[in-house]
């Protein structure tokens, strides 16, 4: 069993990789056709390593500290450079029937979506899927806690999302902190928007929502690789937030960890970075892969909608799902995409009655009058949202170009000038142009009229309730 496309990727390069990788069998693999048993209670470990000289001891570590290192397999996908490198590949790793891996030099890769796709590529029919960083130690009985974990989970989908706490070195110090929930960080100037996390101090030990997932730390039935595959031509600007949002769409829930598996290398003390090696090939052709992933990205969120004959490669297979919807997502996690803002709620992580006090988040902006204010949105505002997206598109077009005429109507006679029907909007022209539209950008833009006009109101009235009030007085 193996990771099967509905057809042929547009890229073609992109497409005899992934063949390459199907094609590859490991001398403990099941044959082709063979035994449809052979992956139950097995695990597919998915490593992408970028020249990383932590690579090697993580997989070691792998099966060092698994419960049943024989129902272990990895899907390793190495970027690197073959002679600078060497060092990296010593000593040599155990249980090589149990690996099953591809090397790249480092100049010819196309980022870690791409590394991650192929390395689910190598996926053979094991029951489980963990993906993780190529930096990593690991708890006892990792795979038993993993799997237990899962398998108490309330729901038919169900993923868990590892926050890893920290371990250093040299000396390999790990910490006694255990993996807490994410939040969203403020969107930066390209649209998107990361995830951070914070550290607990005793487990979880319970079953906690969450919207999101770290790419380092996903744990879920191997089903979800088929239905959800890993999108190749993202980046790494787009890849968690993305990869969250398909899987929710698709209907799958995440949970925070409830037990600590593994903890994760942050502090790069001992690592190449990607911007070390210098190519200039390579930052052409990166560049250009990390824009259209920019271009991709606000195609799935509504930031920016492209023409039918623009659209990016394969939305059809690495696209949204059509279980829930983009406005839930947003509805559940207090992003608004369309116009980069976050509410309060969603900054402090209380997105599920379940993670409420789990853990205190300090907000740049919002606790700390030395920081930016993030942009951000009313709660109202997404909740009037929720509720227009249940209109049908015509009704919406309709009330959105009542709006904006008003408004103008309204501009004009603060500023003193006569509300001359010329001057105003023509409400076919307009009508017809967000008819183009999508209903849920329509909803989007409505509630967010709406919601200035009923706060325009509110100034105007608090206004003329002064006078009235000192005339009293």
């Given at each position: 069993?193996?990771l099967?496309?509905a057809?042929?990727?547009?890229?073609?390069?992109?497409?005899a990789?992934y063949?390459?990788?199907?094609?590859?069998r490991?001398?403990?693999d099941?044959?082709?056709g063979?035994?449809?048993?052979w992956?139950?209670d097995?695990?597919f470990?998915?490593v992408a390593?970028?020249?990383?000289?932590?690579?090697?001891r993580?997989v070691?570590?792998?099966?060092?500290k698994?419960?049943h290192?024989e129902?272990?397999?990895?899907?390793?996908?190495?970027?690197l450079?073959a002679?600078a490198d060497?060092?990296y590949?010593?000593?040599?790793l155990?249980?090589?029937?149990?690996?099953?891996?591809l090397r790249f030099?480092?100049?010819?890769?196309?980022?870690?979506t791409?590394a991650?796709?192929?390395?689910q590529?190598l996926?053979?029919?094991?029951?489980?899927?963990?993906?993780i960083?190529?930096?990593?130690?690991?708890e006892e009985?990792?795979?038993?806690?993993l799997?237990e974990?899962?398998?108490?989970?309330?729901?038919?989908?169900?993923?868990?999302?590892?926050?890893?706490?920290p371990?250093?070195?040299?000396g390999d110090?790990?910490?006694d902190?255990?993996p807490?929930?994410?939040?969203?960080?403020?969107f930066?100037e390209d649209?998107?928007i990361?995830?951070?996390?914070?550290?607990?101090s005793a487990p979880?030990?319970?079953?906690?929502?969450m919207?999101?997932?770290?790419a380092?730390?996903?744990?879920?039935?191997?089903?979800?690789i088929?239905?959800?595959?890993?999108d190749?031509y993202?980046?790494?600007?787009?890849?968690?937030?993305?990869?969250?949002?398909?899987?929710?769409?698709?209907?799958w829930?995440?949970?925070?960890a409830?037990r600590?598996?593994?903890w994760?290398?942050?502090?790069?003390?001992?690592r190449?970075?990607?911007?070390?090696?210098?190519?200039?090939?390579?930052?052409?052709?990166?560049g250009?892969w990390?824009?259209?992933a920019?271009?991709?990205?606000?195609?799935l969120t509504?930031?920016?909608k492209?023409?039918d004959d623009?659209l990016?490669?394969?939305?059809?297979?690495?696209?949204?799902g059509?279980?829930?919807?983009?406005?839930a997502?947003?509805?559940?996690?207090?992003?608004?995409f369309?116009f980069r803002r976050v509410t309060?709620e969603?900054?402090?992580?209380?997105?599920h009655?379940?993670?409420?006090?789990?853990?205190?988040?300090?907000?740049?902006?919002?606790?700390d009058?030395?920081?930016?204010?993030?942009a951000?949105?009313d709660?109202?505002?997404?909740l009037l949202?929720?509720?227009?997206?249940?209109w049908?598109?015509?009704?919406?077009a309709?009330?959105?170009?009542?709006?904006?005429?008003?408004?103008d109507?309204?501009s004009?006679?603060r500023?003193g000038e006569?509300p001359?029907a010329?001057?105003?909007?023509?409400?076919e022209?307009?009508?017809?142009d967000?008819r183009?539209?999508d209903a849920?950008g329509?909803?989007?833009?409505?509630?967010?009229?709406?919601?200035?006009v009923?706060?325009?109101n509110e100034?105007?009235?608090?206004q003329?309730?002064q006078?009235?009030?000192?005339a009293g007085a």
């Amino acid at each position: 069993m193996t990771l099967a496309l509905a057809h042929p990727l547009a890229d073609a390069s992109l497409q005899a990789h992934y063949e390459a990788a199907r094609a590859l069998r490991a001398a403990d693999d099941p044959a082709a056709g063979g035994d449809e048993d052979w992956g139950r209670d097995r695990i597919f470990v998915s490593v992408a390593a970028f020249r990383d000289p932590e690579c090697h001891r993580t997989v070691a570590e792998l099966f060092e500290k698994a419960a049943h290192p024989e129902r272990i397999h990895v899907g390793l996908i190495w970027q690197l450079d073959a002679q600078a490198d060497a060092a990296y590949l010593e000593p040599p790793l155990p249980r090589r029937g149990q690996i099953r891996e591809l090397r790249f030099d480092w100049r010819e890769g196309l980022g870690v979506t791409w590394a991650r796709f192929l390395a689910q590529a190598l996926w053979r029919g094991e029951e489980y899927f963990l993906q993780i960083d190529s930096h990593m130690k690991f708890e006892e009985g990792w795979d038993r806690i993993l799997v237990e974990d899962l398998r108490g989970l309330p729901s038919q989908k169900p993923i868990i999302g590892v926050v890893p706490p920290p371990y250093l070195t040299p000396g390999d110090i790990v910490c006694d902190l255990y993996p807490g929930i994410l939040r969203p960080d403020a969107f930066i100037e390209d649209g998107t928007i990361r995830v951070s996390g914070v550290w607990l101090s005793a487990p979880l030990e319970r079953a906690v929502p969450m919207p999101y997932f770290l790419a380092g730390g996903l744990f879920a039935p191997a089903r979800f690789i088929a239905e959800v595959p890993y999108d190749p031509y993202g980046c790494f600007a787009t890849e968690e937030i993305l990869h969250a949002l398909r899987a929710f769409t698709h209907g799958w829930d995440v949970f925070a960890a409830p037990r600590r598996p593994f903890w994760h290398q942050y502090k790069r003390d001992n690592r190449i970075k990607r911007g070390e090696g210098r190519d200039p090939r390579f930052e052409e052709r990166i560049g250009a892969w990390t824009r259209a992933a920019l271009l991709r990205y606000g195609q799935l969120t509504g930031q920016g909608k492209l023409p039918d004959d623009a659209l990016p490669p394969d939305l059809d297979l690495f696209g949204l799902g059509s279980t829930r919807t983009l406005g839930a997502f947003e509805a559940f996690t207090g992003i608004d995409f369309r116009f980069r803002r976050v509410t309060e709620e969603g900054l402090r992580a209380r997105y599920h009655e379940d993670a409420i006090g789990v853990a205190e988040f300090v907000v740049p902006g919002l606790d700390d009058a030395t920081r930016t204010r993030p942009a951000m949105v009313d709660e109202t505002e997404m909740l009037l949202r929720a509720a227009l997206s249940q209109w049908e598109p015509e009704r919406l077009a309709s009330e959105l170009t009542d709006l904006v005429i008003e408004l103008d109507r309204h501009s004009r006679a603060r500023r003193g000038e006569p509300p001359h029907a010329p001057l105003q909007p023509e409400r076919e022209r307009l009508l017809a142009d967000f008819r183009r539209w999508d209903a849920y950008g329509l909803a989007c833009e409505l509630a967010k009229l709406s919601f200035a006009v009923q706060r325009l109101n509110e100034a105007e009235g608090a206004q003329e309730e002064q006078p009235a009030r000192r005339a009293g007085a």
